[in-house]
């Protein structure tokens, strides 16, 4: 059991993570071996995210205090959290990975930013490509026109070469 000061602790550094985040994943752990919670950590601590367990009551008072919506104590299950501070996407990303091979592991919804997500809209979010490859695929789209137009433009020249050439050869 807790005391006092032991829930404030929890709380405080509930509410120091709360406030840095980029994304806050809310998940349940029931079954989930604790070797598997380290690894679990490991993969999250590489994409600069953490995972917290803490009881529901602790994890709602940190979400009252901080200032952001959402009832906690509504969500089924034991409750984890993976903060992500680096990137939104990758502890996404990780805990999706984490789920597939784990059964019993849910991804119940989270928080992105001050915004509230479901389980289905945090999947999408795991699902997108990475921020390099949404950023290439941008450069891609934006530089597209003006290929296109070198090309045309390219033709013209050309084909006023082959004519001048045409002309030379018959006379």
Known sequence: MLNKNQKAEIITDLIEKLKRQKIAIFTDFRGISVAKLNLLRRALKKEGAEYKIAKKTLIDRAF??????????????????????????????????????????????????????????????????????????????LSSPMRGLVTVLQGNTKNLVVVLNKIKDNK
Do not use: C, H, Y
């Open 64 to 141: 009252k205090d901080a200032g952001l919506p959402g009832e906690i104590k509504k969500l089924k299950g034991e409750i984890g959290m993976a903060f992500g501070f680096v990137d939104q996407v990758l502890p996404a990303k990780a805990l999706l990975k984490f789920s597939k091979t784990n059964e019993t592991f849910k991804i119940l919804g989270g928080i992105l930013g001050d915004q509230i997500l479901n389980a289905k809209e945090i999947i999408t979010l795991a699902k997108l490509p990475s921020r390099e490859a949404l950023l290439s695929q941008l450069v891609r789209v």
